[in-house]
């Protein structure tokens, strides 16, 4: 159901596709202390191996991006982001074992099964009551005490990624790369 292998030049390579190492690999993709050379030498490592010939690291480099957003040609055009992978691991963990009974610590999962275990969270697993938070049109409520509630219950809540120019220039370089608008 899930690939396990990337096909490159007639050729296919074992995918690394434990979830934590698709997180270190948008750990190594937002990291603003490396080149992009790097960046792109570590996704192509981490998910293909060191053993991976230089030459083909361009090619691998595309597929790599599509392999990250589990499968999608473009990164989704729609919503502002509403979670992050590491500021939300405990709500993730927490999560992950209300609803299914899982120490994700102990579970080698793969990527997309990650992802589509994340997209199953019911309303009332912490993470899906914190996305909702975030979310939340605080024009829809009228009572001025209601609102301030909310407004709190939003900043305990809120991502904690700043945006230099810097990161939003990376952003756009790697939504080039990885197939974003």
Not at 25 to 52: Q, Y
Not at 127 to 152: G, T
């Amino acid at each position: 159901m899930y690939p396990e292998y990337m096909t490159i030049q007639g050729k296919d390579y074992k995918i690394n596709t434990d979830y934590r190492v698709a997180l270190a690999c948008f750990k190594a993709i937002n990291d603003t202390e490396i080149d992009d050379t790097s960046r792109m030498l570590a996704v192509v490592t981490l998910l293909l191996g060191k053993d991976f010939p230089l030459e083909l690291v361009s090619e691998a480099l595309d597929k790599c991006g599509v392999y990250l957003r589990c499968g999608k040609e473009k990164n989704p055009e729609d919503n502002e982001i509403d979670m992050d992978y590491e500021q939300d691991k405990g709500y993730l963990m927490a999560s992950f074992m209300s609803r299914y009974h899982i120490d994700i610590n102990k579970e080698k999962l793969h990527w997309w099964a990650y992802n589509d275990l994340i997209m199953g969270f019911g309303e009332d697993d912490i993470m899906s009551r914190v996305r909702y938070i975030r979310n939340y049109d605080l024009s829809k409520i009228k009572d001025a005490k209601d609102r301030e509630e909310m407004i709190k219950a939003k900043k305990e809540v809120e991502l904690k990624v700043p945006k230099t120019k810097e990161q939003k220039e990376l952003d756009k370089f790697w939504d080039d790369i990885l197939g974003g608008e």
